[in-house]
């Protein structure tokens, strides 16, 4: 994937690795073929990235790196010719979820600072720089209780739980990286607007929908209130899966589509700009997504996704295409150790969350919890045990990087633009497209 960052008029193409200077024409290793490409990066690579190579078997040389021949010429190289006037689509942001189970165990470490500095500082400052941060309107399976911001139908909006848990630590992060945007997802709406009368399971009640959309608005409000605005919304966290213990709830494309229709107006009639986002769930229902579509015009930004069944080459359809396509959650699983296969996990994660989608159009991509403690947890009672955070934090240790950290730091040191400045992909050929993912 090539990108460009833009400043103003001037732009620069960067194809690099992280933790290196400002562009210079040089040519450098490729980290995922093994051979040369061009690129504008002249330093080594940091320790982290360092760090990646040595756990794959790849091994980078110190600059200075020779140049390469001319395209065409008899050579093993691979050659890439970049385009920065044909701009694709802007990046949006790299990182993971700050659920109320990760903002515990951070924030209970004696070593949070160094958490913190590691997920969300930049790179020339050590950090791993992720640029994007998903939150939960309510509880999800990863909490310390099940509720949402309205209890009852009186209209009383209580965010006190998360102004002592995911706020602080959100302080925290913007801190580090003043850049960083933040996505929100609903997984269930107050449980007297339900079905089910009750946060697991049901769907969202067709009398109801008004006053859900007003509830959004609040949340979206409140948020910008504290100065932490939501940049991007998703209306439903996995809408195809309402049958749980911990809180889900079931949305037809059609109601879904419904709920954009009313919300979307409001928004705007509001001054909110925040981006809205339908589907947030699998690659392998991705017709559910171009039905809802279809049905919801273009009230919509785009479509979320997750990597869980499935895979992206689903995205090339046109329906899809017609609209932002942005990658929201996928975890690590316990049933593989951390380290157990580290470049196969690598490998998968930028097939199925970063390189694979951004080839599609994506702009974004996201893990699931930020952190989780060395019990796979905190979790509500019936929430998964199976999933492994970004960063394991143990009672006494430092706390454990994944597979999955390096793969996004790799991808948030590149795509690190100036302040002022925005980043996107551009196009680009390769003299040997079979062996490098453009």
Same mark, same amino acid.
């Given at each position: ?147 949402? @911001? ?99 709830? @079931? ?31 699998? @690659? ?75 080839? @599609? ?78």
């Amino acid at each position: 994937v090539i990108l460009a960052h833009t400043v103003g008029s001037a732009s620069s193409v960067a194809l690099r690795h992280p933790g290196m200077a400002e562009p210079a024409e040089s040519a450098a290793p490729c980290l995922w073929c093994r051979r040369r490409a061009r690129t504008t990066a002249v330093e080594a690579p940091s320790t982290m990235l360092s760090a990646l190579d040595a756990l794959s078997g790849v091994q980078l040389a110190d600059g200075p790196w020779p140049a390469l021949p001319a395209a065409g010429s008899a050579t093993d190289d691979v050659v890439v010719a970049l385009s920065p006037e044909d701009l694709r689509q802007p990046i949006f942001g790299f990182g993971a979820a700050l659920t109320e189970s990760a903002a515990v165990v951070i924030a209970a470490s004696p070593h949070k600072s160094e958490i913190l500095d590691d997920l969300f500082l930049p790179a020339d400052r050590g950090g791993a720089g992720l640029s994007l941060v998903r939150i939960c309107i309510g509880s999800s399976d990863f909490a310390m209780t099940m509720r949402t @911001y309205q209890p009852d139908e009186l209209g009383h909006f209580d965010a006190s739980h998360e102004s002592q848990t995911v706020i602080p630590l959100l302080r925290e992060a913007m801190a580090r990286n003043p850049n960083l945007s933040i996505l929100a997802s609903p997984w269930s709406p107050p449980a007297w607007m339900k079905s089910s009368g009750k946060l697991p399971g049901g769907t969202l009640k067709d009398e109801c929908v008004a006053q859900y959309c007003h509830y959004l608005l609040r949340v979206l409000l409140f948020y910008r209130s504290t100065g932490l605005p939501i940049s991007a919304l998703t209306l439903q966290n996995e809408p195809d899966f309402g049958d749980a213990e911990y809180p889900c709830t @079931y949305f037809t494309a059609e109601q879904e589509a419904k709920l954009a229709k009313a919300l979307v107006p409001l928004l705007r009639r509001n001054g909110v700009d925040t981006l809205v986002l339908g589907h947030d769930h699998n @690659y392998d229902i991705w017709e559910r997504a171009a039905e809802l579509i279809e049905r919801a015009g273009d009230v919509l930004d785009g479509t979320a996704w997750h990597a869980y069944m499935g895979s992206p080459e689903v995205l090339a359809d046109k329906r899809l295409q017609s609209s932002g396509i942005f990658h929201t959650e996928q975890t690590a699983h316990t049933h593989r150790g951390r380290d157990a296969n580290f470049r196969g996990d690598v490998e998968w994660m930028l097939g199925n969350v970063l390189l694979g989608p951004i080839s @599609y159009g994506s702009r974004s991509a996201s893990a699931w919890n930020l952190a989780l403690d060395d019990g796979f947890g905190p979790v509500v009672p019936g929430g998964p045990t199976n999933c492994r955070g970004l960063v394991e934090v143990g009672k006494a240790a430092r706390h454990e990087r994944s597979p999955e950290f390096f793969a996004l730091a790799h991808m948030c040191h590149a795509t690190a633009a100036p302040a002022g400045g925005s980043c996107a992909r551009v196009g680009s050929s390769c003299s040997r497209p079979e062996e490098v993912q453009a």
